[in-house]
């Protein structure tokens, strides 16, 4: 029986990717031993490390401005991160449209002023505001926005713009590599891997050289300072070799496929097929504003709890996976990254339409 695994994260990788690196484990490239058992300053893993780079760097278009850096510390490190560099006791915006946006704020009342600039917490976060509503600050430090709401299940359909001469930041842990976006619109974006790249153990940081350089160097710790990775090529200390290994073989396969713009098509049409189909049902609903669904996390809710939790049991059965919504909010979630073919989405919809004839 084949099995599609709708996990929110860490999440189903590319089989040939999984295949590859399966090939690779004891033997990598004919020298005796498996990547992650060799030296990150030796002769066959820089090559690795610079070809994940290399790929990124062509997938979404990156100029030389920007450094592309790879961390540990996951996304969540991030939060705190990025407002201990660029945040420096001035203000800075917030949009708060889902549990990540939340916890991304709060860490950055540590080290300066937050502005919410919107919220849709009261509203259990089934839409993203309108950009036109924001009470932007001026001469913010930066202006920080959660591009997929990997929990809510929202997502911008287009980026926002950026306030004039305010950097603005994203997490795109949920939905990088999944739809073209303008690079140049941004100051900075990351995203732990373990969605769209690869496994956990490393977050993917994209900054502008200029905005790195504003860290006060005597007020932050040198493994948290950005430009300790940029001077040092992602190794000051040893880096999380198979994680970006993984990495590497995630972005040579979306390469293969046709890059971004490709995987955008089909992660469109993925959404479309389910969606579509929950349109149609008054059995399934879904929460969120039809402007805001994202396309990456679908989430939705039979008619009851106890319905849910007989649904995700009887997916499992069926070779459907990890269909459990956060359990901040319950319900059921299916997260259809880059890796999870059509055949996948067709299957869900298939059972979720068995589902509903026996239950109704
Ligand atoms: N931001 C978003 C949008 C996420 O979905 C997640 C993880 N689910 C995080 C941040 C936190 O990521 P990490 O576990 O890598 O810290």
Redesign the pocket.
Known sequence: MAVYNFA??PAMLPKKVMERAQAEFTNYQNCGSGIMELSHRGKLFQPVIDRAEANIRELLNISDDYAVLFIQ???????CMLAMNLLNGGTADYVDT?V??N??AKEAKLFGNVNIVASSREAKYDHIPAADTWKRTADAAYMHI??????AGSQYQVMPTPTPGVPMIA????DIMSRVFNVNDFGMFY?????NLGP?GV?LVVIRKDLAARTVEEKVPTMLRYSTYIENGSMFNTPPTFAIYMLALVTDWLKELGGVAAIEKINNEKAKYLYDFLDTSDFYKTPVAKADRSRMNVVFRTPSEELDAAFVAEAKKNGLTDLKGHRLVGGCRASIYNAMPMEGVQALVEFMKKFELANK
Request: net charge positive; glycine share 16%.
């Open positions: 929110a994260g510390g996951g996304a969540s490190m991030q939060f889902g990540w946006s916890k991304a959660t591009s997929n709401n990997t929990v997490d795109m842990s949920s995203a732990g891997a373990q969605k956990s977050a």
